[in-house]
């Protein structure tokens, strides 16, 4: 068994284009794992192996791989930058126990850096920060350091110092060492001597040395009080405070390099291993009750000798059939072992299990807790799902997907497809939660739905390639929502009068608008058993099927109260089925009396653009219907944040790159569903009536 002590499992996430995938390829090289680095801008890095991959050079699957350095185990997942498919991160930081925060020295804190933050935050996983691409123009540490504690509100530890910036860095200062590592121009990484701090520096690294040991001892009264007393703590007691700093999240260690030219990369693989928490240094994963999901107080003891327990967070298919990635947290899994899926109840023989390497893999015959690895086909697990001992079923914390926001229809080119289509598809959403699909009943069109236009337009793009079915795309669609405006009471009665015994349901309800986002809520206040206890349920359920489709244009309806306060009933003639009815008709009579509105959901839009170009973009933003809540001038151009309707953001990449000649970048995400202005709303209310009218 391996010593848990000696295992990192960490993942690397940032901003798109910030150098994630080639810091990764670095370390690949550096530890031995590979023998030539791929670079993403020739389409070869090692991570990045699906075709779409290599052509677009963005990372659309997190890839997981193993590698060793100074003994260490460290299991590496490179994540994706793009916000369409965030799920990645947030599936990737579920089971890992530290990360690598990648920032661009000229681009700074980006958006997609932020929200990949407050995930990390959310999933408390311990980071140290690494200060990428100090090579290129307009690259600032110390900028980039300041944005750390201003815009993430994160206490960066410096680590390291940068000597010489753009195209004169050559290499960086230990602080803590008090040493220079100097690289030559050969740009291979294991070329670089140490030497004595250059005097130019000699006082900031003093000043920033003497602040590190400050941040480091508050973590230890002891080593504090003496240093106060002007006693300077050994080189180990340091490091220990700096680990025990890292694994509370109260400061990240903070590095700075280039990861294209080699520099840099060393003192980051020493820092996983120094700083990041070990999988026993985590906080067990707690476990919930299998029936109402609720925490049971009990956790998932990283330990050997626990019962197996373990997490499915990603579903692949492969050459060689279909993968499942499991995080192991507690127990051995052995070649032949017949396992519990808690999800399903059911259980599996793991047949073949294999460590990955991006896309090459070792077979292995067995793994144990901490391990990270993929099991070859396995039937009825989905992401998420818990994997344990039959002995001993738990459910493990399950992980929660955003709802996608925009839709598209598809239909096959030639009939043939529709088969081979159906089976592709069922894949690809096995594959990523985020996605989903849908049959319209009317039209039996069939819906893809997902985060993004490029979500979208890479799914059709696998569906072709991977999958060899051509398909006839339709406009994209938004996903509008309904909610009421105004307050009402009133009353229903259903009773049916036919030979033998006949239905009577009468109630009288309060409909009011919930709070923004509490989805629909019932409660009951009948007093006196005007309408039976056991009724309440049907009376609910009423309602809640015919919440599916909206007063207006058939949309699902948000945010809705609704209270029962009396009724009555029949002693022979009222059933379940009968009130159930009855709340449908209620439904129907008073949704379109209480003011329904229609509702459409807003982005958060985040566009870089150069200088000259600020006053285009606002303007067009404003056309769009966007709210401009921000704007911030950067070194190389300004950072605009609004909030704009979904509806008006198609194809707007096409018009960003018109508007600035092709430098301005964007990214966006779902924020809120908020009221659509009375002209749009009604355009929208008529093109649905025209093409259910068509149908």
Known sequence: MA?????????????????KTTSTERILKLTGKIHKTGEVHDGAATTDFMEQEAERGITIQSAAT?????????????????????????????????????????????PQSETNWRYANDSEVARIIFVNKLDRLGADFYRVVDQVKNVLGANPLVMTLPIGTEDDFVGVVDVLSQKAYIWDDTGLPENYEITDIPADLVDDAAAYREQLI??????????????????????????????????????????????????????????????????????????????????????????????????????????????????????????????????????????????????????????????IIAVVGMKNVQTGHTLCDPKNPCTLEP????????????????KGSTEKMGIAIGKMVAEDPSFQVETDEDSGETILKGMGELHLDIKVDILKRTYGVELTVGQPQVAYRETITQAIEDSY??????????????????????????????????????????????????????????????????????????????????SAVAFEIAAK?????????????????????????????????????????????????????VRIKADVPLSEMFGYIGSLRTMTSGRGQFSMEFSHYAACPANVAEAVIAAEKEKKAAK
């Open 214 to 371: 400050e941040t480091a001892v508050e973590q230890d009264d002891d080593l504090m009080m003496a240093y106060m007393e002007g006693e300077e703590p050994s080189l180990e007691d340091i490091k220990r405070c700096i680990r025990s700093g890292t694994r509370t999240m109260d400061f990240f260690p903070t590095y700075c390099g280039s990861a294209f030219k080699n520099k840099g990369i060393q003192l980051i693989l020493d820092a996983v291993v120094d700083y990041l928490p070990n999988p026993v240094e985590v906080d067990a994963q707690p476990l919930t009750d299998e029936e109402t999901g609720e925490p049971t107080g009990e956790t998932a003891l990283v330990s050997v000798d626990e019962p197996f327990r373990a997490l499915a967070f990603k579903i692949m298919d492969d050459r060689f059939g279909a993968l499942t990635f499991i995080r192991i947290y507690s127990g051995t899994l052995n070649k032949g072992d017949t396992i519990l899926n808690s999800a399903t109840g059911k259980t599996e023989r793991i047949g073949r299990m294999v460590e990955m390497h991006a896309d090459d893999r070792t077979e292995l015959s067995t793994a144990q807790a901490g391990d």
């Open 66 to 110: 193993t590698c060793f350095w100074k003994d260490h185990r460290l299991n590496i997942i490179d994540t994706p930058g793009h916000v369409d498919f965030t799920v990645e991160v947030y599936r990737s930081l579920k089971v890992l126990d530290g990360g690598v925060g990648v920032f661009c020295g000229s681009g700074g804190v980006e």
């Open 585 to 637: 008709g209620a439904y129907r009579q008073s949704m379109p009396k209480a003011g329904p509105q229609l509702l459409e959901p807003i982005m958060k839009v985040d566009v870089f653009t150069p200088e000259d170009h600020v006053g285009d973009v606002i303007g067009d933003l404003n056309r769009r219907r966007g709210m401009i809540k921000d704007q911030e001038a950067g070194a190389t151009g």
């Open 493 to 574: 009665t259903h009773k049916k009068q036919s030979g033998g015994s006949g239905q009577f349901g009468k109630i009288d309800y309060r409909v009011k608008p919930g709070e923004q986002n509490s989805g629909f809520q019932f409660k009951s206040t009948v007093v006196g058993g005007n309408v039976p206890k056991e009724f309440f349920p049907a009376i609910e359920k009423g309602f809640k099927v015919m919440m599916e489709e909206g007063p207006l244009a058939g949309f699902p309806l948000l945010d809705v109260e609704i209270e029962l306060f009396d009724g009555g009933f029949h002693a022979v003639d009222s």
């Open 399 to 414: 992980m929660i997907f955003p709802e996608p926001v925009i839709s598209i229809a598809v239909s096959p080119k030639d």
């Open 3 to 19: 010593e848990l002590s000696k295992y990192r499992n960490i993942g690397i996430f940032a901003h798109v284009d910030a150098g």
